[in-house]
């Protein structure tokens, strides 16, 4: 799919129409104190609030799910973006009562209010496999949908999830990708579809699973050059091209993929002994030994101790496929980074991505943050806020919200004007 196949907020005229925005600002927060950690999920929908800023705009999220302990309120989320933006946020702590509808009625044209954490609904938690006529029906909709003319939805972290916050509207009401929604879309189908070659595609830390089905999709459709493995999918990789990793090292492999570990060792075997020749595999590495950072070259594998880092020599055959490449993906660490003296490999790659002339995309979850945290976004060409979403969508799998926005448009597109929506 590309934008084409989606309304955007250029399509239409939102002045003076009710807007429900549904946001995804799920943020790492600090558990004494509850304060952001990081807060780029908040800052990447001030765009979408900008264009609605003529509109009544009524904003829909979570934080985290019920049991978690960063299950909270939304206040704080409007808080933040309230100071992000310069203007009030109201928070109302209702999702579709008494309290919600009325604020919802009274909202003037400019002003912006949130709703509580929708994930304190149990529609939200219980329909999560329910068909789209089925989410449709849920309390959340039938009490929200007759107060507003829109939805837009920038909650493209949360695109790979089915709920009725998410694709229930689409039946009902015209449903419009917002600014964020867009790019992602935009950007991410670059390194599906088109991307300029040489393309070289680095996947690491430790969604072995995922990242794997990254690189048959990419392989199947004979876009990649080449795919440089890192963290722990390099070890699992090295695993599969018949290099013993360590029983330790293997443990973990097994440990963190679970049920899903026979599946995933299938593919990786699969992989290597079918298209071995896209893969550049780890060449040293770099194990903690009582603390300390100690090279290894992979020839002397095994190793009784935990495989940490990349080595010096792998991150040297990267660069030049780096510095030459017309399209770089890059998903997941190379190290076990959050140990400072095991933070060199992902370093690299990331000094690596903002010193290329390559189209850089930086496919969310932890390689995101930490493109925010050292301040290099400008430095990339796009940097994803979906961990999870992105890496379905890099994987060609099914995308609910993406789905209902398709279908929504098919429904509405013809109709814009009927609906006093200026098709523009």
Known sequence: MSVSDVLTLDN????GKVVLYRVDVNSPLEPSTGAFLDDSRLRAIV???????NSKVVMIGHQSRPGKIDFTDMSQHADRISR?????????????GEAAIEAISNLKIGEILFL?????????NSMKKASPEETASSEIIQKLAPLIDVYVTDAFAAAHRNSPSLTGFSEIVPCIAGRLMAKEIDNLQIAVSDPPRPYIAILGGTKCDDSLRVAKNLIDKNIIDTIPVV??????????????????????????????????????????????????????????????????????????YPIYDIGISTLM???????????????????????????????????????SSAVTIVGGGHTSA?????????????????????????SGGFMPVLDSLVRSNNKFRSILSSLELDNR
């Open 12 to 15: 239409v005229r939102l002045g």
């Open 47 to 53: 765009p979408t609030l900008n264009s609605l800023k």
């Open 84 to 96: 992000l933006i310069g203007k009030k946020i109201s928070f109302v702590a209702d999702i579709c």
């Open 116 to 124: 509580d954490n929708i994930r304190m609904h149990d529609d939200e």
């Open 231 to 304: 963290g722990v999918v390099g070890n699992m990789m090295l695993w599969a091209s018949g290099i013993d990793i360590g029983e330790g090292n293997k443990s973990f492999i097994r440990n963190a993929l679970g049920e899903e570990f026979q599946e995933t060792w299938d593919l990786a075997v699969n992989l290597y002994e079918n298209h071995s020749e896209y893969f550049l595999l780890p060449t040293d590495v770099a194990i903690e030994v009582e603390g300390n950072r100690v090279a290894m070259n992979v020839k002397k594998l095994p190793t009784d």
């Open 317 to 355: 055959q990267i660069r030049p496929l780096m510095i030459n490449a017309g399209c770089i993906l890059w998903n997941g660490p190379a190290s076990y980074f959050e140990l400072p003296g095991f933070a060199f490999g992902t370093i690299e790659i990331l000094n690596m991505c903002t010193e």
């Open 370 to 394: 930490l493109v925010s945290n050292r301040g290099v976004v400008d430095l990339v060409t796009h940097n994803s806020t979906g961990g999870g979403a992105c890496l379905t969508m890099l």
